[in-house]
Each structure stands twice: as C-alpha cells, then as structure tokens.
C-alpha cells in the first residue's frame, strides 16, 4: 500500500489531501485546507511550506510524496497537430518545436509537456494537447515542499485531476454515467474567487477554460459563460456536443448543480470529492478538492502521469533500423512455415461428408434467418415503442405516495405529455409531467421538489409562482391561497424499478372532498401517443 499527499493551491487558500492506494484503489483519509496564506511566490514559498509542515503535523498527516496542481490560468494549452508518420523517438521534439511558435516567451523559460489524443476520421493527422508552464511557477511549489520536508513527485494540471476526480466518483457508484463511454462530459469546479471548466472524452481531457471574474459574480454570466464554451467545443471540427455536466461540490442548498439544471438543457449531476472523508472543511468547499483527490486517483491508475511538468517528455534514443529489420524478417518467415504447416494439416484432415453436412445445415439456417426476420423486426419494433413511453399509472401512484399532507396542498392540473422522439433517437427523458398546485405555503412545494430531485429519473425543473388568490378557496381556513407550477422530465422506466409505497392510512377529515367551484376540479391530460 502507498500513500500520497496532494495540494492545489488557489487565490491564497491551499487545498491538501492525504490518500491510500491500494491495488489501483484510492481510499481518502484526510482533507484539510490553509486559508488566507497570500500569493505563492518566490518570495513567499518558504513561509507557506513551513505553515503546511505544521498544519499536517496538527492533523496528524504523516508525510508522503507529493503530487501538485496547478490551474488552468497558470498554464498555455494547445492542440497540437501533426503527421501520422512520425517516429514515437522524435514525437516530443516535434511537439516542444510547434508549441515553441506558439508561445511568446523564449523556450529556456518554461516547461513544455503533452498528452496525445485520439485522431478525428478523415484528418489523417495526429492529435496532442500540449501544456507550457513558466518555471517560475515551478520553482515555488519546489520550495514549498522542500520546507514542508516532502518529496515533490508531480506537478499537473488541475484539469487531468478533474476529470480523474470524475472517473472515481462514477466508479465509487457517487453519479450515474453515461451510456457512451466516448461520450464527452463537462466538470465545473470553483470556489469563491475562482472557477475551471473541463470537458472530457474517453476519460481524456479534451477541453479546459478557466471562468471570467464576471462569471464568477453572476449567475446569469456563469450560465451564459458555460453554454459558450459548450457550443464553442461542439463547434470544432469532428466533435460531439457534451452529452452531461457534472459539478464538483458539497451537498450545498442553493448549489450550483441545481442552477446548472435550471439552465442547461443537458443531464446535470453533483459529486462530492470528500464526501465521507475526515475534516472540518466547510460544505461549500467541498468541490475545491477535486483536482487534488483527482491527482491521487490518477497517480495510481496510469504511471507515469498522463502530464508531468517534473518530468516531461523526451525525445528518445533511435533504435538500430537494421536489426529491427532483421527481426522482422525473423518472424515473417516463421509466421509463415508455421501457417503452411497448420493449413497443409487442415487440408488433409477435411473429409468431404463434413463439407457436405455444413452446406446442408448452412441453407437450412439461411431460410430460417428469412422466416424470422420480418418477426425479428416487429419484435423490434414495439420494444424501440415500449422503451420510450411512460407507465402513467405508476407515476401518479409515485406522486401520490410522496404528496406532502393533502390539508394544505393539492393538485389542481396535471399534464403529461410524451416527447415526440426522431427514430433511433438517443434522448434519456421520453415526457414531460406539469403539475400546477394550490397550498398554503411553498416549502410544501419546495419539499416535493426536493423529493423528486432525489430520484435519478427526474430531471425537475425550477417552480414557478402563479401569484395568490383572494376569497373562498379550496381551502375553507386559508384567506389567500398560493398557486405554483412546475414541470419534470421524465425517463423510462420498467414496471418493476417503481418501487414507492403508498401509505394507506385514511385520509384527515380535513382532506375530505370539498367543494371546488371557485377554482376547479382536477385537470388530468394525456398528449398523444401517452399510455393512461
């Protein structure tokens, strides 16, 4: 078992995490943070490492080696193209030279590494994303652990621990994932004067942007800021759009990923990178350890790192043509006495009775294959029809059974309506539910909101006030009645995953009928296509 220490530091708080690896799995022990440290300088390194020797000791970390995160903003990044003919020995020349251009700052000043990608059809080119970083970026977070007494085994960017934070969370079981394993995903992590968002594909960093000081003080330029980048990833050459977003925080009222849900028209899903882990860390500072705990996974599923700035990729020594050649040959020429070998044998052993049976039995499958196919086809047919419709009976019994107490809440319309869908289409929500509801205050609202978020199946959407009504109501002891509407979407779902109880104690004898003519019975409607 080996043990790792991770920081990140970030707008004058660093981030520290204390993990276990074992056999490929990462087990967090500790998280703890130093707030209100300054700016990592020169200047300051050795202060800061001393602060931390003593804040690991209070807590009882004992020192291991030392894996470093540095943010988007403190690096250069670029997509890199180039020859798919290239020799794997001169790849990181190539590479540091292209990059080199690209950079305004001499090339003796920083610390170029890079990581390849997969390439796009049709290019026939190769891909690597490439990361410049200055050395006087380096050199403080060398002297930070040199006074903290660790050893300084990496230094990456914060976007590869996120995405590796991601991979965890959705290995520990934390967030569902999606179908596709390619299927590219977006991470936000921030924290009150900071923000990163990076966009991954097949486990690979893609993408990364760091969030706008405006963005980070308005939610309407946060959301604005996060479709953009978005669009501008869907919008290069050979990508897909994201298909889900992710949002790396505690389990925050008000949070972000709720926001995001509100917002985006995509799957939206929180993890906690701490969560259950030993600290005295606040909530909302929860996600600001996904690059550290990230970095920690990483270190124990891929040696060496995917991106090192300690140590970066070098061109390689070319091996000796000749001898190569040579083997080659080698191991043609025994590939092929072995091939004739075992094709001479076959062709002697074949009798051709047996040849004869096979053809037999060949025909006689093919006619069956048409015989089923048209049935194959309807059989599919009304499975691709059942897989995108919604059991309504089940969930108005799943409304019912988590309804808050029906004395001051009710339904007064009820709208389901299945999405039209194009064929083969890849939509996780198949309709949507639109309850309108009268009550006497909106944390019953609220709670039923909540309690439908809780369930994967849902993706609910914000309430809406429709204002209050005066007079004689539904409700014989309330003056003003509150009205709210808001809308689900739906997932499919089979018979057997619908698994609420209904509590069938008899209704209060404040819930019994009343009369309902001063705002009407309720609205039950079905669109076309729906199932009753």
């Not at 020797?53 to 209070?58: F, G, H, P, T």
């Not at 990581?115 to 080119?125: R, W």
């Not at 976007?159 to 991470?187: N, Q």
């Not at 009343?514 to 076309?528: F, Y």
Request: glycine share 10%; net charge neutral; with cysteine.
């Amino acid at each position: 078992m080996s043990r790792y220490l991770s920081i990140d530091f970030e707008q004058g708080c660093l981030y520290v995490t204390a993990a276990a690896v074992k056999n490929g799995a990462v087990q967090v022990e500790r998280a703890i943070t130093l707030p209100e440290i300054g700016a990592l300088n020169t200047g300051s390194a050795a202060a800061i490492g001393r602060r931390l020797k003593e804040a690991l000791k209070d807590a009882g970390i004992a020192p291991a080696p030392v894996l470093a995160a540095v943010g988007r903003e403190r690096v250069v990044l670029k997509e890199i193209k180039y020859p798919t003919g290239v020799a794997a020995s001169d790849e990181p020349a190539l590479i540091r030279f292209q990059m080199s251009k690209e950079l305004t700052e001499g090339g003796d000043t920083v610390v170029i590494d890079y990581a390849t990608l997969p390439g796009i059809d049709g290019e026939g080119q190769n891909r690597a994303l490439a990361f410049a970083i200055r050395k006087d970026v380096l050199d403080p977070l060398r002297t930070v652990c040199q006074d903290a007494g660790l050893k300084l085994a990496g230094i990456v960017p914060r976007s590869f621990g996120v995405a590796a934070a991601l991979a965890k969370a959705m290995k520990d079981g934390a967030v569902t994932p999606p179908e596709s394993a390619t299927a590219p995903l977006a991470i936000l992590v921030r924290g009150d004067r900071w923000g990163e968002l990076v966009i991954v594909r097949g486990g690979q960093v893609a993408f990364a942007r760091s969030l706008t000081g405006q963005a980070l003080n308005s939610e309407t330029a946060m959301l604005g800021e996060m479709k953009r980048n978005l669009a501008v990833y869907a919008g290069q050459a050979g990508q897909k759009p994201v298909q889900a977003f992710f949002v790396a925080e505690g389990d925050v009222p008000g949070g972000w990923t709720g926001r995001a849900r509100a917002g985006l028209t995509i799957p939206v899903q929180a993890f906690d990178p701490i969560a259950g882990v030993e600290s005295t860390v606040p909530l909302d500072l929860h996600g600001c350890f996904a690059g550290a705990v990230g970095l920690i996974a990483l270190k124990a599923r891929s040696t060496p790192l995917p991106i090192n700035f300690l140590e970066p990729r070098q061109p390689s020594a070319k091996s000796d043509p000749g001898k190569r050649l040579i083997a080659l040959v080698g191991i043609a020429a025994a590939l092929i006495l072995v091939t004739g070998l075992v094709v001479g044998l076959f062709l002697v052993s074949r009798k051709g009775s047996d040849v004869v049976a096979l053809q037999n039995q060949k025909r006689d499958l093919d006619e069956e294959i048409k015989k089923l196919d048209d049935v194959s086809k309807r059989i599919k047919a009304v499975k691709d029809w059942e897989d995108k419709g919604v059991n309504w009976l089940d969930e108005l019994y799943d409304l019912t059974a988590r309804f808050p107490d029906p004395s001051g809440t009710e339904v007064t319309q009820l709208i389901g309506q299945p999405f039209q869908q194009a064929k083969n289409s890849k939509l996780l929500h198949v309709a949507e539910l639109q309850l309108t509801i009268f009550t006497d205050t909106s944390k019953t609202v609220d709670t039923l909101i909540i309690d439908m978020q809780h369930d994967k199946h849902y993706s609910v959407g914000a309430k809406q006030s429709k204002g209050s009504i005066s007079g004689p109501g539904s409700f014989s002891n309330v003056r003003k009645n509150l009205q709210f509407l808001f809308k689900t979407q739906i997932e499919h779902r089979e018979p057997n995953e619908y698994s609420l109880k209904l509590n069938n104690l008899p209704p209060p004898e404040s819930t019994k009928r009343r009369d309902r003519s001063d705002v009407g019975g309720l609205d039950i409607l079905a669109g076309k296509g729906g199932q009753p």
